[in-house]
């Protein structure tokens, strides 16, 4: 027995060093016992970059979605639907007015019994376009046919300028995703500078009242414009420069609308690096 023991100790050493399948089997084993400490610390790694790499545009595509989803609902969906119903499909402007305002009156009605508040977009549409209900019998004299075009647009100037002598100004709702972008830093730094909790909340609300008396007068300008013009100039120039009236108008408002939204970001922004980071999902 004592010759024995340290022939096979010696054969076990040499078997190691030479790389037999004992020793490789107590490597594999040795490895195995290593490798969950070395694979976790590899998947916070991967965790704290690759995965929030690849999870954070999404959230932020998600977040960008969801913050013009109700412009996209309330405005767009219908004045598209009319366009598309009467343009396209031939259908009467009164049919198409009349199916172009199911959404904004069901989403008028939603908004009255869920959550308890008027959605004033969807609100401002459905009158809009039960205006244009009541002007589609206006027929056979062209100028009191394109004067009722300017008639809307103007509704939709005196409503802009009446939320802001309420203090409620109805373009903000349209300018916010274009300034928070879906970002969720960016959307609660808007609403705390907009619900007063912010250093920065009057100047704030002095631009955001502005912006949207901008867009207030410019439509109720173009109103004026496009009705005076329609009694006055030769139907046949009015049949075109109505078009440029409301083109103008646009475009004078978002030039001019930029001197009250620039400061709104940059208070935006500032209120945002602020605020703490949120907490990892």
């Known amino acids: 027995m004592t010759v024995v023991t340290p022939i096979r100790q010696r054969k076990a050493l ?4 030479a790389g037999s399948p004992d020793w490789r089997h107590d490597a594999g084993r040795t490895a195995r016992r290593e490798l969950p400490a070395e694979a976790a610390t590899m998947s916070q790694i991967l965790t704290s970059t690759g995965t929030t790499t690849a999870t ?4 932020a595509t998600t977040s960008t ?3 013009y989803a109700p412009l996209a609902v309330d405005v767009l969906a219908p004045l598209g639907g009319y366009f598309l119903l009467h343009s396209a499909l031939g259908l009467s402007q009164v049919a198409a007015l009349g199916l172009a305002s199911v959404i904004p ?3 008028t009605v939603l908004g009255l019994l869920r959550e308890r508040r008027l959605n004033t977009w969807a609100a401002l549409m459905l009158t809009v376009n039960l205006l244009g209900l009541v002007l589609a019998g206006v027929t056979g004299d062209a100028r009191l046919m394109i004067a009722k075009d300017g008639l809307l647009s103007g509704a939709v100037g005196l409503a ?3 939320s802001v002598a309420a203090g409620r100004p109805l373009m903000s709702g349209v ?3 274009f300034l928070t972008k879906g970002d969720r830093l960016r959307t609660a730094a ?3 500078l907009a619900g007063g909790r912010a250093a920065g909340s009057r100047a704030f609300r002095r631009h955001e009242r502005a912006f949207s008396a901008i867009w207030g007068l410019a439509l109720s300008g173009e109103c004026a414009a496009r009705v005076t013009g329609a009694f006055t100039l030769p139907v046949s120039t009015m049949a075109w420069l109505s078009t440029v009236f409301l083109v103008a108008a646009i475009l004078v408002a978002a030039v001019l609308g ?6 709104m970001e940059k208070l935006v922004r500032a209120e945002a690096a602020a605020l703490p980071e949120p907490a990892a999902a």
């Open 14 to 17: 040499l078997g190691r060093v």
């Open 56 to 59: 954070a545009p999404h959230a």
């Open 65 to 67: 979605r969801s913050a």
């Open 105 to 107: 009156a069901a989403r």
């Open 160 to 162: 802009v300028l009446a």
């Open 175 to 177: 300018l916010m995703p």
């Open 190 to 192: 808007w609403e705390r």
């Open 258 to 263: 930029r001197a009250a939204a620039d400061p």
